[in-house]
Structure formats: structure tokens, C-alpha cells
């Protein structure tokens, strides 16, 4: 009898417990330092994430930084690289960590890899209502997939890695400087014409404070 209360009152305890929480460091960042501040995440949350993307075009360079709550389901790890046939290039890194305040660790770009792997993509970036002329390009190092980016009226298609097509920033203006929403299609098959689609299609949709407001005309350098 004694061992049942027991049983029952650890069911109970248990019961009674709050949900697991985590506590990540959440900010959006363009060209500014986001460190973040250190926020106990809803229940649902299990991971935190940190994306940090450099983009460069006739030598400047845009750095965009987002560390957030997240699920381990739909966090996509790994190294970011994409580029498209007029030069523009992206190069990043997703982190995924299961840790109280792990997403605070500073970052480094990893350097870009030129190697060319043999696979092949089409290539074009243009606005409406220009026609994107589309043109073949060769991926490298661990570009593994065409790309379709839609930012809002932009059009973009190129080699990109599986974390790209997951972790993605479109950023674009209003009248404030938002990451817009965005469409992203992404297919592992070698194409002369259209990718196929893939599960990782994302769709974005961020407002970023008046104060990134600085980085617009840099911005226009790039769309």
C-alpha cells in the first residue's frame, strides 16, 4: 500500500512539473552587432538558432544575422553558400544547439570553396518586368541544388547548398526595411530549364526596426 502512495504521488509530481523550457538569444540584425536578448522560449521550442549570411557584389558585402527560438525538427544546419551568374554571392553558416543561451557564440564565415563539383544550374537575376535570361552556371564546392528566389517583384536562379534554400534572407524595401517574404524552390536534378521543386521551400516574413533604416542605401546596391 505504502509502495502505490508512492507511485501515485511520483506521478503526480511529475505531473505537475512545468513544460521544458529554453532560453535562446533572440535579435535581427543587417549590418549592425545582434548579440540579442536572452529570452525564455514557449513550451513548443526546444533548440536555438543562429544564421549569420555574408552577400557580396562588386566588392561590397551585406551581413545579416538572426538568432531565435526554434524547433530541432525544423532547424537546418550547416554551411550556406549560393551564387548566381552576375557575381552576386551569399556564404553563411545555420547553427542549431539544444543548450540555455548557446546561440550567444560568436561566428566566423566559412571561406568559399571554387572547386567546381560537375554540377550544372541555370542562372539569371532580374526585376519585373525584365525577363530573366537565363544562362547555365557551374556549382561549386558544396553546392548541391538549383535555386528559384522569388523577392517580391525579383526574380533569382542559381547553385546553392541545402542550408541556403532552408535558412535564406530576402531583403528588400518599403517603406521601412523589412526581410520581405519570399519563395524559394530548390531541386537536387541537374536542369537546363526549370528546377524541380523541393521539400525545402520556405517562406519569410520579418519587420526589422526603423533604426536598420542606415543600411538602405547599401541595400540598393544589391536589388
Known amino acids: 500500500m505504502a509502495f502505490l502512495i508512492l507511485f501515485l504521488f511520483a506521478l503526480l509530481y511529475v505531473a505537475a512539473r ?3 523550457t529554453i532560453q535562446c538569444r533572440t535579435c535581427t540584425g543587417v549590418n549592425i552587432e545582434c548579440t540579442g536578448t536572452l529570452t525564455t522560449c514557449s513550451s513548443e521550442y526546444d533548440t536555438c538558432h543562429l544564421i549569420f549570411t555574408e552577400a ?3 566588392g561590397k558585402t551585406l551581413k545579416t544575422t538572426r538568432r531565435s527560438c526554434t524547433t530541432q525538427k525544423s532547424c537546418i544546419p550547416g ?3 549560393m551564387h548566381l551568374a552576375n557575381g552576386y554571392q551569399e556564404t553563411g ?5 539544444t543548450t540555455d543561451d548557446c546561440n550567444a557564440a ?6 568559399w570553396n571554387e572547386i567546381l563539383n560537375g554540377k550544372q544550374c541555370p542562372s539569371c537575376s532580374a526585376e519585373s518586368p525584365n525577363t530573366c535570361q537565363q544562362e547555365t552556371i557551374n556549382c561549386m564546392g558544396s553546392e548541391d541544388r538549383c535555386f528559384t528566389r522569388e523577392i ?3 526574380i533569382q536562379k542559381g547553385c ?4 541556403f534554400c532552408a535558412n535564406s534572407f530576402a531583403i528588400t524595401f518599403s517603406e521601412s526595411l523589412i526581410l520581405s517574404s519570399q519563395t524559394i524552390q530548390c531541386g537536387n536534378e541537374d536542369v537546363p530549364g526549370i528546377t524541380n521543386t523541393a521539400p525545402e521551400s520556405r517562406w ?7 533604426g536598420f533604416l542606415i543600411a538602405k542605401p547599401f541595400l540598393q546596391c544589391f536589388f
Open 152 to 154: 517580391g517583384s525579383t
Open 18 to 20: 512545468p513544460a521544458f
Open 79 to 81: 554551411d550556406i553558400f
Open 93 to 97: 553558416q545555420s547553427l542549431c544547439c
Open 204 to 210: 519569410l516574413c520579418l519587420q526589422i526596426f526603423s
Open 160 to 163: 546553392a547548398t541545402r542550408s
Open 106 to 111: 560568436n561566428f566566423t564565415v566559412p571561406a
Open 56 to 58: 557580396t557584389l562588386s
